[in-house]
Protein backbone atom coordinates (compact mmCIF):
# COMPACT_ATOMS: atom_id res chain seq x y z
CA UNK A 1 0.00 0.00 0.00
CA UNK A 2 2.97 2.60 1.03
CA UNK A 3 4.44 1.73 -2.49
CA UNK A 4 1.49 2.10 -4.45
CA UNK A 5 0.83 5.88 -2.40
CA UNK A 6 4.53 6.84 -2.81
CA UNK A 7 4.51 5.94 -6.71
CA UNK A 8 0.96 8.09 -7.14
CA UNK A 9 2.69 11.03 -4.92
CA UNK A 10 5.54 10.52 -7.43
CA UNK A 11 3.26 10.63 -10.57
CA UNK A 12 1.32 13.86 -9.45
CA UNK A 13 4.19 15.44 -9.08
CA UNK A 14 5.74 14.99 -11.78
CA UNK A 15 2.53 15.52 -13.75
CA UNK A 16 2.31 19.14 -11.91
CA UNK A 17 5.58 19.82 -12.62
CA UNK A 18 5.08 18.88 -16.38
CA UNK A 19 1.84 21.51 -16.29
CA UNK A 20 3.77 23.92 -14.64
CA UNK A 21 6.74 23.79 -17.07
CA UNK A 22 4.12 24.25 -19.93
CA UNK A 23 5.57 26.91 -22.53
CA UNK A 24 3.55 30.08 -22.74
CA UNK A 25 1.45 30.93 -25.91
CA UNK A 26 3.63 31.33 -29.01
CA UNK A 27 4.64 34.85 -29.61
CA UNK A 28 5.86 35.71 -32.97
CA UNK A 29 9.07 37.59 -32.61
CA UNK A 30 7.89 39.98 -35.38
CA UNK A 31 5.28 42.46 -34.47
CA UNK A 32 1.90 42.01 -36.39
CA UNK A 33 2.36 45.21 -38.48
CA UNK A 34 6.13 44.29 -39.77
CA UNK A 35 4.03 41.02 -40.98
CA UNK A 36 2.06 43.57 -42.96
CA UNK A 37 4.23 45.54 -44.53
CA UNK A 38 6.49 42.02 -45.29
CA UNK A 39 2.95 40.88 -47.14
CA UNK A 40 2.99 44.13 -48.89
CA UNK A 41 6.33 43.69 -49.98
CA UNK A 42 5.61 40.63 -51.05
CA UNK A 43 2.90 41.76 -53.16
CA UNK A 44 5.09 44.67 -54.76
CA UNK A 45 8.07 42.21 -55.35
CA UNK A 46 5.52 40.22 -57.54
CA UNK A 47 4.41 43.92 -59.21
CA UNK A 48 7.81 44.93 -59.98
CA UNK A 49 9.06 41.16 -61.45
CA UNK A 50 5.16 41.12 -63.80
CA UNK A 51 6.55 44.93 -64.87
CA UNK A 52 10.13 44.03 -65.50
CA UNK A 53 11.44 46.62 -63.30
CA UNK A 54 14.95 46.17 -62.62
CA UNK A 55 16.23 48.84 -60.85
CA UNK A 56 13.31 48.88 -58.56
CA UNK A 57 13.89 44.71 -57.81
CA UNK A 58 17.59 45.74 -57.16
CA UNK A 59 16.16 47.90 -54.41
CA UNK A 60 14.10 45.53 -52.85
CA UNK A 61 17.30 43.08 -52.34
CA UNK A 62 19.84 43.18 -49.16
CA UNK A 63 22.42 45.11 -50.60
CA UNK A 64 25.22 42.50 -49.69
CA UNK A 65 27.27 40.05 -51.02
CA UNK A 66 25.00 37.32 -49.35
CA UNK A 67 22.44 38.02 -51.08
CA UNK A 68 20.67 34.99 -52.38
CA UNK A 69 18.33 33.78 -55.69
CA UNK A 70 18.27 30.20 -56.21
CA UNK A 71 16.56 30.07 -59.85
CA UNK A 72 16.61 28.03 -63.00
CA UNK A 73 20.12 27.91 -64.40
CA UNK A 74 20.94 28.20 -68.31
CA UNK A 75 24.97 27.43 -67.95
CA UNK A 76 25.27 23.32 -67.94
CA UNK A 77 28.13 23.89 -65.73
CA UNK A 78 25.94 25.69 -63.06
CA UNK A 79 23.53 22.62 -63.15
CA UNK A 80 19.88 22.80 -64.18
CA UNK A 81 19.04 25.41 -61.07
CA UNK A 82 21.52 27.20 -59.15
CA UNK A 83 22.56 29.81 -56.03
CA UNK A 84 23.52 33.69 -57.31
CA UNK A 85 25.11 35.35 -54.75
CA UNK A 86 25.74 39.00 -54.24
CA UNK A 87 23.09 41.87 -55.95
CA UNK A 88 25.47 41.85 -59.21
CA UNK A 89 25.02 38.13 -59.93
CA UNK A 90 20.90 38.81 -58.73
CA UNK A 91 20.64 41.40 -61.05
CA UNK A 92 21.96 39.62 -64.64
CA UNK A 93 19.84 36.57 -63.54
CA UNK A 94 16.58 38.67 -63.16
CA UNK A 95 17.30 40.77 -66.45
CA UNK A 96 18.19 37.56 -68.00
CA UNK A 97 15.40 36.02 -67.51
CA UNK A 98 13.17 39.13 -67.46
CA UNK A 99 14.07 39.44 -70.77
CA UNK A 100 13.87 36.31 -72.32
CA UNK A 101 10.71 36.37 -73.31
CA UNK A 102 7.33 36.74 -71.54
CA UNK A 103 7.33 36.35 -67.27
CA UNK A 104 4.27 36.14 -65.80
CA UNK A 105 3.90 35.66 -61.73
CA UNK A 106 0.61 34.76 -60.27
CA UNK A 107 0.48 33.86 -56.63
CA UNK A 108 -2.43 32.50 -54.56
CA UNK A 109 -2.56 35.43 -52.38
CA UNK A 110 -4.61 33.35 -50.21
CA UNK A 111 -2.13 31.02 -49.27
CA UNK A 112 0.50 33.94 -48.61
CA UNK A 113 2.72 32.52 -44.95
CA UNK A 114 5.03 34.98 -43.30
CA UNK A 115 6.57 34.12 -39.92
CA UNK A 116 9.11 35.87 -38.12
CA UNK A 117 12.37 34.05 -37.51
CA UNK A 118 14.10 36.66 -34.96
CA UNK A 119 12.78 40.32 -34.48
CA UNK A 120 14.70 41.26 -37.21
CA UNK A 121 14.81 38.28 -40.04
CA UNK A 122 11.29 36.92 -41.05
CA UNK A 123 10.22 34.13 -44.07
CA UNK A 124 6.99 34.21 -46.38
CA UNK A 125 6.05 31.15 -48.59
CA UNK A 126 4.06 31.46 -51.56
CA UNK A 127 2.71 29.20 -53.95
CA UNK A 128 3.00 30.86 -57.59
CA UNK A 129 2.14 30.16 -60.93
CA UNK A 130 4.90 31.04 -63.11
CA UNK A 131 5.26 31.47 -67.04
CA UNK A 132 8.43 31.91 -68.22
CA UNK A 133 10.29 31.36 -71.21
CA UNK A 134 13.87 30.80 -70.24
CA UNK A 135 16.58 28.54 -70.31
CA UNK A 136 14.33 25.74 -72.07
CA UNK A 137 11.14 26.43 -70.62
CA UNK A 138 8.35 26.60 -72.51
CA UNK A 139 6.36 29.50 -71.18
CA UNK A 140 3.82 27.99 -69.67
CA UNK A 141 2.76 28.52 -66.36
CA UNK A 142 3.63 25.92 -64.52
CA UNK A 143 3.83 25.80 -60.53
CA UNK A 144 6.37 26.91 -58.09
CA UNK A 145 6.79 27.69 -54.13
CA UNK A 146 8.39 30.89 -53.53
CA UNK A 147 10.12 30.84 -50.83
CA UNK A 148 11.58 34.69 -49.12
CA UNK A 149 14.08 35.21 -46.29
CA UNK A 150 13.65 38.91 -45.14
CA UNK A 151 16.07 41.03 -43.05
CA UNK A 152 15.14 44.41 -41.71
CA UNK A 153 17.93 47.02 -42.24
CA UNK A 154 17.20 50.32 -40.50
CA UNK A 155 13.25 50.59 -40.62
CA UNK A 156 12.64 48.72 -44.18
CA UNK A 157 12.40 45.41 -44.73
CA UNK A 158 14.98 43.46 -47.70
CA UNK A 159 14.85 40.22 -49.75
CA UNK A 160 17.65 38.46 -47.68
CA UNK A 161 17.44 35.17 -49.76
CA UNK A 162 14.56 34.07 -52.94
CA UNK A 163 14.08 30.62 -53.23
CA UNK A 164 11.98 29.49 -56.50
CA UNK A 165 11.29 25.88 -56.10
CA UNK A 166 9.72 24.42 -58.77
CA UNK A 167 6.80 21.78 -57.59
CA UNK A 168 7.32 18.56 -59.93
CA UNK A 169 4.45 16.99 -61.24
CA UNK A 170 2.23 14.42 -59.28
CA UNK A 171 2.92 10.85 -59.84
CA UNK A 172 0.88 9.10 -62.17
CA UNK A 173 -1.63 6.87 -60.49
CA UNK A 174 -1.08 2.99 -61.05
CA UNK A 175 -3.79 0.85 -62.70
Sequence with gaps: MYKMLLASVVALTVSAGSLAAAPAAYTDPVDAQSLDTIRSKFSELIQLANRHDFKALHEMFWQSPSALLVAKSAIPSEGNWAGFWGNEAIDQK????????????????????????????????????????????DGTPKPFLVLINWIKVGEDWKVASEILLPVPPAPKANS
Design 94 to 137: LHDIGTSGPVVLQPDYSKVKVVGLTPDVAQSYAPVNITVSYAGQ
